[in-house]
């Protein structure tokens, strides 16, 4: 597909065409040569996108405010919207106009905001309800939400009232300045007790999120994601 194809796509998810000029901005952070113009799209782009995430689980019996944190936070971050960028191949049509350019995870997490942002401005604000789920059903079909698979484990149990698992983690070698982890992940579910041990990790944190992870893949990740958010 070649990079005018690519922006088409990108422009009539968007519900843009690829002459607007706020399509346009929302394709220019300021390593690609934007200016306060892209800012105050990814402005509008951040607070729509979390009005309608609040509106989209609410409507999902997922009332409880903690619970919504967590979830807005594992849509909302910059690695998802990162990996939803580079899915939308938004960095490719930045480089294609862009020479050398040195595109940042978070130029590309404001471009999705931006683009989101440039929606509302010329369409008003139904057509991005369209546009968010579209977006979130895509990161649930490229299994993009696994940059928090903690949150995702943890709404998940919070929603089923189930006890949250219960992370052990320790240290198990490695001099002080390389420290080696393990962590062992325990839960109940369906009547079973899982025990779920994570890779030797070199921090506590990457420990624990490969063991949420990989009890994610055992209890079937996609199905899972769903039932928690959406």
Known sequence: MGKSDIKTQLATLFQLSVQNSSFNSA???????????????ALYGDAILNLLLLDLMSRNDLRDSGQITEALQTF??????YQLAKELKIDEIMRAQHQN????????????????????????????????????????S?????????????????KKNLPIPKYISKRVGGPDHQQIFQTTIIGDYKGRKYMIQSDLLPSKK?????????????????ELMKNSFF
């Open 27 to 41: 394709l220019h952070p300021k390593s690609c040569g934007g200016d306060d113009e892209f800012k105050y799209l």
């Open 76 to 81: 909302h971050n910059e690695e998802t919207l």
């Open 101 to 140: 350019v040195n595109l940042t995870k978070n130029d590309l997490k404001e471009s999705v905001e931006a683009l989101l942002g440039a929606t509302y401005l010329n369409q008003g604000l139904n057509p991005c309800k369209d546009v968010t789920k579209t977006l979130v059903q895509l990161a649930l």
């Open 142 to 158: 490229k299994n993009l939400f696994n940059s928090n698979p903690k949150g995702v484990l943890q709404v998940f149990f919070q």
């Open 206 to 222: 990457n420990a624990e999120k490969n063991a949420a992870e990989k009890f994610l893949i055992e209890l079937g990740e996609e």
